[in-house]
């Protein structure tokens, strides 16, 4: 089974820049898509950050005058590109982040789906 077909979550190609931080060290980056998730960056220069450790990740929202701050786990890299694992995000950042997401799908009946299946117990916990 293919990583798109297991997908529970549609993803939105969406550009927006971006920093991640980690401890002292910050990259600059930019968001290539996102789902309420996760998401997928590229970064000017490679991570050298450790992938143990969480990451704080705020995108600036570009015409909306907000942004989405949001703690993940780097969960693959290739090349500058990391895929980041949504582990909390406060409730403002959540509620831009379902407006993104409803204003690019256009399906009520499938955000309805990709929310319930964010806050459903993962199976096997």
Same mark, same amino acid.
């Given at each position: 089974m293919t990583a798109d077909n297991r997908r529970k979550f549609t993803r939105i190609v969406f550009s927006a820049p971006g920093e991640m931080r980690q401890g002292m060290k910050k990259w600059q980056c930019s968001l290539l898509d996102i $789902? =309420?998730? %996760?998401?997928? &960056?590229?970064?000017? #220069?490679?991570?050298? %950050?450790?992938? +143990? +450790? $969480?990451?704080? /990740?705020? /995108? #600036? /929202?570009? %015409?909306?005058?907000?942004? &989405?701050? =949001?703690? %993940?786990?780097v969960c693959h890299t290739e090349h500058e590109q990391l895929g980041i694992k949504i582990k909390m995000i406060d409730i403002d950042s959540a509620s831009r982040l379902r407006r993104l997401v409803e204003l690019n799908v256009g399906d009520d009946s499938l955000l309805k789906r990709e929310l319930d299946a964010l806050v459903a117990p993962e199976k096997g916990t």
């Open positions: $789902s =309420l998730k %996760g998401v997928l &960056i590229e970064c000017d #220069t490679p991570f050298d %950050g450790d992938r +143990q +450790q $969480s990451i704080l /990740l705020v /995108l #600036t /929202l570009p %015409g909306m005058g907000n942004s &989405i701050m =949001l703690e %993940g786990e």
